[in-house]
């Protein structure tokens, strides 16, 4: 295993400015981050946050930004049903569409598109692979009404060489192996696909995270790690049910050859107190799953 192909989620992190969540993943052993889209660490809102400044800090610690965990398509929406689960608010949510790309107003989704948009330039500025993206408000009804902004978002990013993976998160067109093949194939890219989750299968969709790479593993472009098991929940690596070189294995076979980040996420919901030891035992865990090959 090459362990430059490992990233971490910045989310641990949050309570830290940009510098020293750099200095502390560096410090880790990572040479990749994984960016979330709330401040202090990244905004799509220049005013809000200076790229450059956000670089200069990644190579200043030896460290790529690798991903961008943004929200774009989702826009509100997106933004709130996630940020909820850890006690987040969205701030000035009218720079955002309702529900992104399922949002009813013609220039709703414009609005979206341009944000999107805004998220690929970072990531080529950045010298990221790929950016996160949002299924509308993830109803299932909506799937056919998004397609056609994901293509001329595709275009987009396929024109910038960047990758836009749909996060395996909650019910729903993104929580559905099926759906998430049923919505790549229609936008018809190969810079669109699926962020796959295995951790937010098994908990949040009760699915068999094998069973659901079978599904999708035609269409992964991006993978969030991190493990669960039903009698503990999200745990430390190796602690939980989840098969990593099993994962990295099969991934393999269809020629996968993007990140893997490592995204600390514990207790349940994220209590960044034991963040800085916690991001360090998850590089070193997942590191020892490939020692004997």
């Given at each position: 295993m090459d362990m430059s192909r490992v990233s971490t989620?910045?989310?641990a992190l949050i309570d830290h400015p940009p510098e020293k969540a750099m200095e502390i993943i560096a410090a880790a052993g990572y040479k990749k981050v994984d960016l979330l889209?709330?401040?202090?660490?990244?905004?799509?809102?220049?005013h809000e946050c200076d790229p450059t400044a956000l670089k200069a800090a990644a190579d200043a610690?030896?460290?790529?930004?690798?991903?961008?965990a943004t929200y774009v398509g989702g826009g509100q929406h997106g933004r709130r049903t996630n940020w909820a689960f850890h006690g987040w608010e969205v701030p000035n949510p009218e720079r955002f569409a309702s529900c992104g790309f399922s949002s009813e107003e013609p220039t709703e989704r414009e609005t979206e598109l341009g944000q999107l948009r805004r998220a690929v330039d970072l990531a080529v500025y950045f010298g990221a692979r790929s950016i996160r993206v949002m299924a509308g408000n993830n109803d299932p009804k909506t799937l056919d009404k998004i397609v056609p902004w994901f293509q001329r978002a595709a275009e987009y990013a396929n024109e910038k060489k960047v990758y836009m993976g749909l996060e395996n998160h909650s019910a729903g067109i993104a929580?559905?192996?099926k759906l998430c093949v049923e919505l790549a194939e229609k936008v018809g890219s190969p810079f669109f696909g699926v962020l796959y989750e295995p951790g937010n299968i098994m908990h949040q969709m009760n699915t068999d995270y094998k069973a659901a790479l079978d599904t999708m593993k035609e269409c992964v472009v991006h993978c969030h790690f991190k493990d669960w098991a039903p009698s503990k929940g999200y745990t430390m690596l190796g602690e939980g049910a989840i098969d990593f070189p099993w994962i990295v294995e099969e991934l393999d076979k269809v020629g996968y050859d993007g990140d893997f980040a490592l995204e600390y996420e514990l207790p349940t919901p994220l209590d960044t107190r034991d963040a800085e030891t916690g991001i360090k035992k998850f590089f070193e865990a997942?590191?020892?799953f490939f020692k004997a090959t």
């Open positions: 989620c910045s989310i889209e709330k401040l202090p660490h990244l905004s799509l809102f220049p610690h030896g460290l790529q930004i690798a991903n961008l929580g559905t192996p997942f590191a020892s």
